[in-house]
């Protein structure tokens, strides 16, 4: 029994990185494109996270970060 659920649990992961929308190479490499841009306002603690679903054919993407300071920028007018 405890090897049928070994084996349920390795499927299930298999089956969620086949359904996976963005590869976890390419999630780094957007974090840390938009950690880049981030920094510009904000003081950033670590890079930022992302979450990214789909339904019915439409994605939401989740980003998230924590900074210690929001930073001074003068407007031109």
Not at 22 to 50: H, T, W
């Amino acid at each position: 029994m405890r090897e049928l659920a070994e084996e349920f649990r390795r499927v299930q992961k298999v089956i969620q990185a086949d359904k996976a929308v963005m590869s976890d190479a390419c999630k780094s490499l957007v974090l840390q494109d938009f950690a880049e841009k981030f920094n510009e306002y904000f003081d950033l603690i670590g890079l930022p996270r992302m979450e990214i679903a789909c339904k019915n054919g439409t994605f939401t993407v989740s980003i998230a970060f924590q900074a210690e300071g929001i930073k001074k920028f003068n407007i031109l007018r």
